[in-house]
């Protein structure tokens, strides 16, 4: 079996491809049946987590699970809050091929899912993005985005201020020209498109703050008890996601439908059907669009196979 580590998993994830690799798995589809997620309770919130399995495979071709250990309080002791590997089998035989870095293969495959929503919700002129966020996603998020907009500008917020800088500073080198946004709301006021990747337990935006034609992207809630939007943001705007689970796990959806702000008839498509062009995305320049991902094992498959694929003679 290969074993791929992370720096050649990377590579062999360019955006633009990727991006095009989760847009041919949306429309061929796989089979995905819910992740499993188990609590480990360490006896302290501080040191608890979640461990996610997530199975998918497509009949005849490719079997893939990931793994995934998601623990909040490691920022604290300054380490990354989530880790996870990818094991990629033959699907007709059930030989195991590769493994993969996990966390690879799932920041990149998040932030290009994001830039793919994005290319049917934002505007096509689209140029200024406020990354809210500092962790493995966000740090990818502006390379995924300029695959598909013009992304000239990059703000960045986070609710630790250095955190915030050494991005930046990161991004600077990258090429983009990239600053600090200490003041979220004013940050929120002067975006295109505002991406959100956190583990935030509360609403950081707000409605309000959301001007005519802004993209809000919601990648960073997975559970119930998270959320990065409040209620006024599905007040008047189109929502979208990435698949019905979104619909039984943010709560992000969950708490506005609780409050009457927003009816599950009212999802406007969701990601596969943005792919398959059975619903057209963005209707007009002054439309403000929302899409709420919670991440889908589909999109790791399709990683893993670009992957082991860039890797073949």
């Not at 589909?298 to 890797?311: H, T, V, Y």
Request: hydrophobic letters at 40%.
């Amino acid at each position: 079996m290969q074993i791929i580590d992370k720096n050649e998993t990377s590579n062999r994830l360019p955006m633009p491809a990727l991006i095009e690799a989760l847009r041919t798995m949306f429309r061929e589809g796989c089979e995905v049946p819910l992740r499993h997620a188990h609590t480990i309770d360490n006896g302290d919130p501080g040191s608890s987590g979640t461990f996610l399995l997530m199975p998918a495979w497509q009949p005849g071709k490719k079997l893939g699970l990931k793994t995934v250990s998601i623990y909040p309080g490691n920022r604290d002791r300054g380490l990354p809050g989530l880790h996870s590997t990818y094991l990629l089998f033959d699907a007709q035989t059930g030989v195991p091929l590769t493994m993969l870095d996990g966390d690879a293969i799932t920041s990149r495959r998040t932030a290009a899912a994001s830039a793919l929503a994005a290319q049917y919700l934002s505007r096509p002129d689209a140029s200024t993005l406020l990354l809210v966020g500092t962790g493995q996603v966000a740090a990818v998020i502006p390379q995924a985005y300029s695959a598909v907009r013009p992304i000239k500008r990059v703000l960045v917020w986070n609710i630790r201020p250095e955190s915030a800088r050494r991005l930046v500073a990161q991004l600077g080198l990258d090429g983009y020209d990239a600053v600090h946004a200490p003041d979220l709301e004013t940050a929120a006021a002067k975006a295109d498109i505002i991406s959100c990747a956190t583990l935030s337990t509360a609403p950081l935006i707000r409605g309000k703050w959301l001007r005519p034609g802004t993209h809000l992207d919601l990648i960073g809630s997975f559970k119930p008890t998270m959320r990065e939007s409040d209620n006024d943001c599905y007040a008047g705007t189109s929502v979208f996601i990435d698949t019905d689970e979104a619909l039984i796990k943010a709560g992000d959806l969950l708490e506005p439908m609780k409050a009457g702000m927003l009816r599950k008839e009212s999802i406007r498509a969701q990601l596969a059907q943005l792919c398959r062009a059975q619903h057209a995305g963005r209707q007009h320049a002054e439309e403000i669009t929302v899409f709420k991902a919670v991440g889908n094992a589909l999109e790791d498959l399709a990683a893993a196979c670009l992957a082991m694929e860039s890797g073949s003679p």
